[in-house]
């Protein structure tokens, strides 16, 4: 099966997700809370049932509507309060492992009071069923935020960046000018310098974009100090 086409990222808090068929994977984005506008994203392996929720940021009976309970993994992001509000219902509620990057991992189990299985960095792997998605590590909006990327052997990369990349610029960084230079700088070696133009990009908020639309404002970005 090749990859849906009626899939465009554009969701709203309290409506239905907008689903992306791929050959082995089958991605779901809902967005929760209408006033932050979290994305979730449910990723489901074709051939297993597999499925791994990326950030249980609110509105846990959506989530669990969306997930069936019947939930392996939950990946969360990063640190920052509004991306696991949901965490701890869910995974009471599934039993799933719970995954986050290595310097955010004590932060998150603090907030939720809910142990992270496996603390993951640059590289690692996380699967869903028979498909693998890999850990890049982005420091700057968080010491320890990461993004997935599903590099589909049928089609194009997905990459879901949490609040580390947006549509028009990289994350937050509060004014925090190192931290924007770190951020802006692992953005650019480790996501554009490795990834190709027709790499979709998932983020944690708003809508969806392509590295190949982004990749010429980077210079922009990096001089704006945003």
Not at 156 to 170: A, E, R
Not at 194 to 204: A, R, S
Request: charged share 20%; with cysteine; glycine share 12%.
């Amino acid at each position: 099966m090749t990859e849906s086409d009626s899939y465009t990222g554009a969701v709203s808090a309290g409506g239905p997700p907008d689903i992306r068929e791929l050959a082995a994977l089958t991605i779901r984005k809902v967005a929760v809370d209408p006033q932050m506008s979290n994305n979730c994203y449910l990723l489901t392996c074709r051939a297993t049932g597999d499925q791994l929720l990326i950030d249980a940021a609110d509105e846990p009976a959506v989530l669990l509507d969306l997930t069936g309970e019947r939930l392996q993994t939950v990946a969360t992001t990063h640190q920052h309060w509004d991306h696991h509000r949901a965490l701890r219902d869910i995974v009471l509620a599934t039993g799933a492992t719970t995954v986050a990057g290595a310097p955010d991992a004590q932060p998150i189990a603090e907030q939720t009071g809910v142990t992270i299985d496996r603390e993951v960095g640059d590289g690692d792997t996380i699967a869903v069923g028979d498909c693998v998605l890999r850990v890049i590590a982005i420091a700057g909006h968080t010491p320890g935020s990461i993004a997935l990327v599903y590099d589909d052997p049928d089609g194009h990369p997905h990459l879901f960046t949490g609040d580390s990349l947006f549509p028009g610029g990289v994350g937050n960084t509060f004014g925090d000018d190192a931290a924007f230079r770190q951020l802006i700088d692992e953005v650019e070696t480790k996501v554009f310098g490795t990834l190709p133009d027709d790499t979709w990009f998932y983020p944690g908020h708003g809508g969806d974009s392509t590295l190949g639309a982004e990749r010429p404002h980077l210079a922009e970005w990096r001089e704006r100090g945003w």
